[in-house]
């Protein structure tokens, strides 16, 4: 008689199902607030289909570790909202929002299915790498109709092919006899400060509405964080005769 071949899951794949769990169980009390305070109709179809997917995937990552007799995290629950709170965010920051969701979630649901063996997981992951796609797309469509998508800035491209010759290509454009920037880095240094603008707008709505002192101390401490990394990264494109994005 064969053997039965039935695994446990593994420490990575616990991991990217629990991190799952928590972050979209955020996801969705996050979603209904927005849904609770938004205006423009295009905007409300683009957070509610977030929020059937953020659903979704909260109840199927659940599934999955109560299959494997694994404790469900005790994360952000319905309580932990007030929908008929002050509006806090305008209708284009909500695009924005969603726009960097799609993006987290098209990066880490990636690794995590390259992490995993377990059937079921892979499947979930692969589900949630397509979900994660169309969100993108509808949110970029959105924002592209409006005139709010912030796109990285054009630039002139060399007619030949040139080489590296020297490691000091590496640091190159931090010292005084700078080169410019590359278009790799001119991707990921325009990608921060779009993702702390995002950061930045959301500690300093939470600053003004959270009960606990603490809590809004530590609130406004992240949004100043934030606020000095956009300089940081906006100062590196501006010195080199690039636009920051600015939304």
Same mark, same amino acid.
């Given at each position: 008689?064969?053997?039965?071949?039935?695994?446990?899951?593994?420490?990575?794949?616990?991991?990217?199902?629990?991190?799952?769990?928590?972050?979209?169980?955020?996801?969705?009390?996050? #979603?209904?607030?927005?849904?609770a305070? /938004?205006?423009? &109709? %295009?905007v409300?179809?683009?957070?509610?289909f977030?929020?059937? @997917? +953020?659903?979704?995937?909260?109840?199927?990552?659940?599934?999955i570790?109560?299959?494997?007799?694994?404790?469900?995290?005790?994360?952000?629950?319905?309580?932990?909202?007030?929908?008929?709170?002050?509006?806090?965010?305008?209708?284009?920051?909500?695009?924005?929002?969603?726009?960097?969701?799609?993006?987290?979630?098209?990066?880490?649901?990636?690794?995590?299915l390259s992490?995993?063996?377990?059937?079921?997981?892979?499947?979930?992951?692969?589900?949630?790498?397509?979900?994660?796609?169309?969100?993108?797309?509808?949110?970029?469509?959105v924002?592209?109709?409006?005139? #709010?998508?912030?796109?990285?800035?054009? /630039?002139t491209? &060399? %007619?030949?092919?040139?080489?590296?010759?020297?490691?000091?290509? @590496? +640091?190159?454009f931090?010292?005084?006899s700078?080169?410019p920037?590359?278009?790799?880095?001119?991707?990921?240094i325009e990608?921060?400060?779009?993702?702390?603008?995002?950061?930045?707008?959301?500690?300093?709505?939470?600053?003004?509405?959270?009960?606990?002192k603490?809590?809004?101390?530590?609130?406004r401490?992240?949004?100043?964080?934030?606020k000095?990394?956009?300089?940081i990264?906006?100062?590196?494109?501006?010195?080199?005769?690039?636009?920051?994005?600015?939304?």
């Amino acid at each position: 008689m064969p053997e039965e071949h039935n695994p446990r899951l593994t420490a990575a794949e616990i991991s990217v199902i629990w991190s799952s769990c928590a972050n979209n169980g955020l996801s969705v009390c996050m #979603l209904n607030y927005f849904l609770a305070n /938004v205006d423009d &109709p %295009d905007v409300a179809s683009v957070l509610e289909f977030a929020l059937g @997917i +953020s659903q979704y995937d909260l109840q199927r990552s659940k599934d999955i570790l109560e299959k494997n007799q694994q404790p469900i995290p005790i994360g952000f629950r319905e309580e932990d909202i007030s929908p008929n709170a002050p509006r806090l965010f305008s209708d284009a920051f909500y695009l924005y929002y969603l726009k960097n969701m799609a993006k987290v979630g098209l990066s880490v649901y990636g690794v995590a299915l390259s992490t995993a063996a377990d059937t079921d997981v892979r499947a979930f992951f692969s589900q949630a790498i397509q979900t994660s796609t169309e969100l993108y797309n509808k949110t970029a469509a959105v924002l592209l109709d409006k005139g #709010l998508f912030i796109r990285t800035p054009y /630039v002139t491209t &060399p %007619d030949t092919v040139e080489f590296i010759n020297s490691k000091d290509y @590496i +640091s190159g454009f931090l010292t005084t006899s700078k080169r410019p920037l590359n278009v790799i880095e001119i991707t990921h240094i325009e990608a921060n400060v779009e993702t702390n603008t995002v950061g930045s707008i959301l500690l300093t709505g939470f600053s003004q509405v959270a009960k606990s002192k603490k809590v809004r101390e530590y609130c406004r401490r992240g949004a100043e964080i934030a606020k000095k990394h956009i300089n940081i990264f906006a100062k590196l494109l501006t010195d080199d005769d690039l636009p920051a994005p600015m939304a």
